[in-house]
């Protein structure tokens, strides 16, 4: 079974930093794309950023260009999301997924990030 | 970008056919292929594919759920409706660029 565990949300001031995780198991992380999709509290879903397979190729949302950067472990099955000059409008659920041909066939449980004074 | 527009919200009764609509502000279509997707969002859980590439039904759902369209206009079917499939419904194209629809909240009549 496919999972994608995410972490490294919480509660941070504008301006400051953070950095998520997304560990994967249950497919080849390897050889797939990973997507960070972000949802605002009560708004709906905005992709932000893909990684291909093999780091190759990265594309940003124009809202995250320039402060967020996506990378990724393929030896620890990992997805990581870096988060610079964080605004409030960047306050969200932030969600990991598969790529699927450009669709998302996986999606994680999702982790919280709130940027607030 | 590509704009996707749905109704934010459609009421149907159980057992009946619930038609959820998206347009986009262009064609997401190249050639036979349509990149249009389609989610399921239930509150306080993640998204769930139901349909990619407008009528392909994703892995383990019920063939309850249905899609068509190409061009600019797609529709996800349920038929019949049932009352787990109270939740929020997505549209998402990758013919340029990814984006979302606003999506369309589904409710018991």
């Known amino acids: 079974e496919v999972q994608l565990v995410e972490s490294g949300g919480g509660l941070v001031k504008p301006g400051s930093s953070l950095k998520l995780s997304c560990v994967a198991s249950?497919?080849?992380?390897?050889?797939?794309?990973m997507h960070w999709i972000r949802q605002a509290p009560k708004k709906g879903l905005e992709w932000i950023a893909l990684?291909?397979?093999?780091?190759?190729?990265?594309y940003y949302a124009d809202s995250v260009k320039g402060r967020f950067t996506i990378s990724r472990d393929n030896s620890k099955n990992t997805l990581y999301l870096e988060m610079n000059s964080l605004r409030s409008e960047d306050t969200a659920m932030y969600y990991c997924?598969?790529?699927?041909?450009?669709?998302?066939?996986?999606w994680g449980q999702g982790v919280m990030v709130t940027v607030s004074s | 970008d590509i704009v996707l527009t749905q109704s934010p919200v459609l009421a149907v009764s159980l057992g009946q056919r619930a038609t959820i609509s998206c347009r986009a502000s262009?064609?997401?279509?190249?050639?036979?292929?349509?990149?249009m997707h389609w989610y399921q969002q239930k509150p306080g859980q993640q998204p769930k594919l139901l349909i990619y590439?407008?009528?392909n039904l994703a892995s383990g759902i019920p063939a309850r759920f249905s899609g068509s369209g190409s061009g600019t206009d797609f529709t996800l079917t349920i038929d019949p409706v049932q009352a787990d499939d109270i939740a929020a419904y997505y549209c998402?194209?990758?013919?340029?660029?990814?984006?979302f629809g606003s999506g369309t909240k589904l409710e018991i009549k």
């Open positions: 590439r407008a009528s």
């Open positions: 998402q194209q990758s013919r340029e660029s990814l984006t």
């Open positions: 990684i291909y397979y093999d780091s190759s190729n990265k």
């Open positions: 262009q064609s997401v279509s190249i050639s036979s292929i349509n990149l």
């Open positions: 997924a598969k790529d699927y041909g450009s669709s998302f066939d996986w």
């Open positions: 249950g497919f080849t992380f390897s050889s797939y794309g």
